[in-house]
């Protein structure tokens, strides 16, 4: 008998105007963890709607088991053993553990049955979870394991994972890999998706690489360097961000005894943060997902007013101005959520454009758009930031995620700011791109902007930051200069310990 779970002969996907699969074909094995590589709009996305019954494909066929395998909806693709867990939750803050798992079944049993199942599951795969705790409560990362644990009460044989660690800490990781090769040993598959290659490295036994919608290549990941890898993708090789040598200028903006109450039930109070932030600095802000730092970005936006506390910019009190005065002074952001937040998804890219770049672009006439000068300022983006898309005229729903990300950190950092806030710049998008955004920031700094990076990918932080400082609870720590902190430094602070010396001392 073959070893072949899934057989993929020729898969093809069109698109208006786009090919996003052409004739793609594969084999994903028993109990093996393979990996599915490409950069942004690649067409790995549309590739595993197929797989998971969201998608019809044009040409092609699927096999599951030797037999042919048509999903017509996810409902039978579950049914036939494909389980996905997908990049963004489906979640619902104010139900439970358990409600929120039922949701996601057909039939699901009795509450107390279902309750004594996600607790033994959770155990065996070192996932534990209690299914009374309200998800509103949980962390980023225990919330995975909400969405986890539901694919396993499936008992899936082909579990797809998209983007499974852009959320979690590396001790997080850690268990998540424990897990992923604890059913693999047991003879469940599965397909990751990731552009963290090192992890790809670690822990996948084979890769299917695609560009533009083909594929380009079979390796084994731990017989090829991360550089290979990305080069692979992106058919040719990129460069490193290039690093700065300048002193930072003169005080930007100044935080004092700034303290915010939680925006809900679910939110994190900012306590008390003070800072400064120079002309030509970049200032990392790393911590856990969950500790502030949405309300961090929209405290610095003007999105809210704080009570308590000053926010001084460019030697003038701001603590008062909203969103667009802000902006209008120089001070501009771009938040983690991409869709709803950044970008109003059935909106066109340019409409999507003039949303924050009206008045610092001059794209208003007497009260009028300008839609000429917003298609230009919109086609300028696209072109500097390589946002793959049929064209401006496209809604910001229709592109991959990481191309919107390009597209909206694009869109702010051509508006050229004096101070740019931005919230997990180079989450969901390739190595590629994600050199470029990092060498787009240090650029917009060398031309004497600051710019406060947050960001969970510490190694992201290190790269390109000057300073240091970890949100946890909604404190900040102290900053510290990047040069000689070291990752036991770092945990400590992500960790809460504020007095660096004290506590470095004690570890």
Known sequence: MSDILLGIKGLTKVYPGVVANDDVSFDIRQGEIHALLGENGAGKSTLVKMIYGLLAPDKGAMTLDGAPYVPGKPSEARRSGVAMVFQHFSLFDALNVAENVALGMETPPPMRDLARQIREVSETYGLPLDPTRTVGTLSAGERQRVEIIRCLLQNPR????DEPTSVL????????FETLRKLKAEG???LYISHKLEEIRALCDHATILRHGRKVAT???A?????ELAELMVGNSFAAPEPRDQEPGDVLLEITNLS???????????RDITLTVRAGEVLGIGGVAGNGQDEFLAALSGERLSPAGSLTFKSRDISRDGPMARRDAGLLSAPEERLGHAAAPDMSLIENAVLTAS?????LRHGLISWGRTREFAERVIHHFDVRTPGPGTAARALSGGNLQKFVIGREILQYPELLVVNQPTWGVDAAAAAAIRQALLDLAAEGAAIICISQDLDEL????????????GRLSAIRPVAGLDMEQIGLMMGGAHDMEVAHGDA
Request: net charge negative.
């Open 158 to 161: 082909l579990l797809i994972m």
């Open 169 to 176: 800490t590396p001790q997080e990781v850690e268990i998540l």
């Open 188 to 190: 469940t598959s599965i």
């Open 219 to 221: 390796c084994t990941p």
């Open 223 to 227: 017989d090829t360097s991360a550089r």
């Open 260 to 270: 915010l109450p939680a925006p809900g039930s679910f939110g994190t109070p900012l």
């Open 359 to 363: 008045r610092r672009e001059n794209l």
């Open 462 to 473: 290190m790269e390109i930051s000057d300073s240091f400082a970890a949100l946890n609870e």
